[in-house]
């Protein structure tokens, strides 16, 4: 497999819609699908807006507007979608039975040497590779909410995916500017989220036994520790503090930390309750009155600059 030019995305809720922006910023031609009709409409009002915030804020030009959403074509059928595309990244809920049947058509419909991904947030890439004739050419490539922000996109290797495969999506992931993490092994949560779930494990635990606030706990890491990681990561940050520290500390430390298997019981009455979080008014925090869309087009904005800042724009 040569370059990438062409690439189908299945999915526009949450993540299709940014996926397919920044193919197509960056010059690669995208044809979208979804189930359903109104999730497409939807997802041209969010690239319009995003679009519409990048020119703003100079990530890009606001006469390339036009060009770049010439690029993304909405496709009414998954075989329409596939059509001549070098990969399909699939970004359907995170349902294995969804998923498997998704692996199975597209094995189906696409031409032999397509690529077949899945942003799965953790899923088995090697059991989806199972429902189709090429598991050597079934990757993870997950990116991180939001797509158009966040720079790094996880690589995750299933047990027959091949070398070629692996590069291929290694050189696309370089050519649209994002940063590549190599995960060798396909376990399950991949990097990226056994390390967030590690962390919200333990913030949830700290919440619940009262030890503080979630207000305290959150600006423990956005002002403390977490406020050094866009520069220095954990391992990093054990080589500066030094490891005879972290082994002093360890002993005493790791016997208390949390380890449950299962989701805590708070999480499972706020499900119940309908408290999902920002998409239902309340989560850990109370969120009626506020104007959502403004909560978090201020968060983008300060994570643009970030951006700028850390020079992942160019
Ligand atoms: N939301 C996040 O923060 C996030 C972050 C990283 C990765 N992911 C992963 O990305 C994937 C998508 O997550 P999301 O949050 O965008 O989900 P979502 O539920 O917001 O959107 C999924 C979309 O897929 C569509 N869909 C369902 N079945 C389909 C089918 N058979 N064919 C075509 N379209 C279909 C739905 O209509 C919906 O629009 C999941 O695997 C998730 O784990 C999500």
């Given at each position: 497999?040569?370059?990438?030019?062409?690439?189908?995305?299945?999915?526009?809720?949450?993540?299709g819609p940014?996926?397919?922006?920044?193919?197509?910023?960056?010059?690669?031609?995208?044809?979208?699908?979804d189930?359903?009709?109104?999730?497409?409409?939807?997802a041209?009002?969010?690239?319009?807006?995003?679009?519409?915030?990048?020119?703003?804020?100079?990530?890009?030009?606001?006469?390339?507007?036009?060009?770049?959403?010439?690029?993304i074509?909405?496709?009414?059928?998954?075989?329409?979608?596939?059509?001549?595309?070098?990969?399909?990244?699939?970004?359907?809920?995170?349902?294995?039975?969804?998923?498997?049947?998704?692996f199975?058509?597209?094995?189906?419909?696409?031409?032999?040497?397509?690529?077949?991904?899945?942003?799965?947030?953790?899923?088995?890439?090697?059991?989806?590779?199972?429902?189709?004739?090429?598991?050597?050419?079934?990757?993870?490539?997950?990116?991180?909410?939001?797509?158009?922000?966040?720079?790094?996109?996880?690589?995750?290797?299933g047990e027959?995916?091949?070398?070629?495969?692996?590069?291929?999506?290694?050189?696309?992931?370089?050519?649209i500017?994002?940063?590549?993490?190599?995960?060798?092994?396909?376990?399950?949560?991949?990097?990226?989220n056994?390390?967030?779930?590690?962390?919200?494990?333990?913030?949830?635990?700290l919440?619940?036994?009262?030890?503080?606030?979630?207000?305290?706990i959150?600006?423990m890491?956005?002002?403390?520790?977490?406020?050094?990681?866009p520069?220095?990561?954990?391992?990093e940050?054990?080589?500066?503090?030094?490891?005879?520290?972290?082994?002093?500390v360890s002993?005493y430390?790791?016997?208390h930390?949390?380890n449950?298997?299962?989701?805590?019981?708070?999480?499972n009455?706020?499900?119940?309750?309908?408290?999902?979080g920002?998409?239902?008014?309340?989560?850990?925090?109370?969120?009626?009155?506020?104007?959502?869309?403004?909560?978090m087009g201020?968060?983008?904005?300060?994570l643009?600059?970030?951006?700028?800042?850390l020079?992942?724009?160019?």
């Amino acid at each position: 497999m040569g370059e990438i030019n062409k690439v189908a995305v299945i999915g526009t809720g949450t993540m299709g819609p940014g996926i397919a922006q920044v193919f197509a910023q960056n010059g690669i031609e995208i044809h979208i699908f979804d189930v359903k009709p109104e999730q497409l409409e939807k997802a041209r009002e969010s690239l319009d807006r995003n679009l519409t915030l990048f020119a703003e804020e100079g990530i890009i030009k606001k006469s390339d507007i036009d060009q770049i959403l010439s690029r993304i074509h909405t496709s009414s059928s998954l075989k329409d979608a596939v059509e001549g595309v070098d990969l399909v990244l699939e970004a359907v809920p995170e349902v294995p039975d969804i998923k498997t049947k998704i692996f199975s058509d597209l094995d189906s419909i696409a031409d032999d040497g397509v690529i077949l991904a899945s942003n799965t947030s953790g899923l088995s890439i090697t059991n989806l590779a199972k429902v189709t004739n090429r598991p050597a050419k079934v990757v993870g490539m997950h990116w991180w909410n939001p797509p158009i922000i966040i720079p790094v996109i996880e690589i995750i290797r299933g047990e027959k995916t091949d070398d070629e495969t692996v590069r291929t999506i290694e050189a696309l992931i370089n050519r649209i500017n994002k940063i590549p993490v190599l995960v060798k092994k396909d376990v399950p949560g991949f990097l990226g989220n056994r390390l967030q779930y590690a962390l919200m494990r333990e913030a949830i635990a700290l919440l619940n036994d009262g030890v503080a606030s979630a207000k305290d706990i959150d600006t423990m890491i956005k002002a403390g520790i977490g406020f050094k990681f866009p520069v220095m990561g954990p391992l990093e940050t054990i080589d500066m503090a030094g490891m005879d520290l972290y082994n002093r500390v360890s002993r005493y430390l790791y016997q208390h930390l949390n380890n449950d298997t299962t989701p805590p019981p708070i999480v499972n009455t706020m499900v119940e309750n309908n408290e999902l979080g920002l998409k239902t008014g309340k989560g850990f925090y109370d969120y009626s009155g506020i104007d959502i869309n403004k909560l978090m087009g201020a968060r983008i904005k300060k994570l643009i600059t970030l951006l700028k800042d850390l020079e992942y724009v160019k």
